[in-house]
């Protein structure tokens, strides 16, 4: 199952990406399988010298126990050392931002694909708009 963020490829230029593995619960694991996640709005932070997915849903599985379970709580990226310093200097020295782009299995491990990515602004989004209309437009020209 891979669960994507389609939303970051519309509000951020995708430039350079990179798979890295993610601390979960087991009954996340279990939702994830099943595919009840949601990455819209989510996005990572680096704090000290670690790398934390913030804002990133994960709903409750069904058949576990959720008493006291946080669906957006804060999960700890595992990366490299070395990784997360190229991260954080790139960040800083461009403006970029990293963005979670999906979350999948990988043989019995979830991964997420994380991207760095510069915002678009307002009329960028209007240009990517306008071409996927005229793409659309060609396709059903083309069909027809």
Same mark, same amino acid.
């Given at each position: 199952m891979k669960i994507t963020n389609r939303k970051a490829f519309f509000n951020f230029e995708v430039l350079d990406r990179f798979e890295a593995g993610i601390n979960l619960y087991g009954? @996340?694991?279990k939702a994830i399988r099943l595919g009840h996640a949601d990455l819209t709005g989510s996005f990572v932070k680096i704090i000290g010298s670690e790398a934390?997915?913030?804002n990133a849903k994960i709903f409750p599985y069904e058949n576990a126990r959720s008493d006291d379970y946080d @669906?957006?709580?804060t999960r700890k990226l595992l990366l490299h050392k070395s990784e997360i310093i190229a991260l954080k200097s790139k960040m800083d020295s461009q403006n970029l931002s990293i963005v979670p782009l999906s979350l999948y299995l990988k043989s019995h491990l979830v991964k997420v694909e994380l991207a760095l990515g510069k915002g678009k602004k307002k009329y960028d989004k209007k240009q990517s708009i306008k071409k996927k209309d005229l793409q659309r437009e060609l396709e059903t020209d083309l069909s027809s």
């Open positions: 009954q @996340e694991v934390y997915l913030i @669906e957006k709580r």
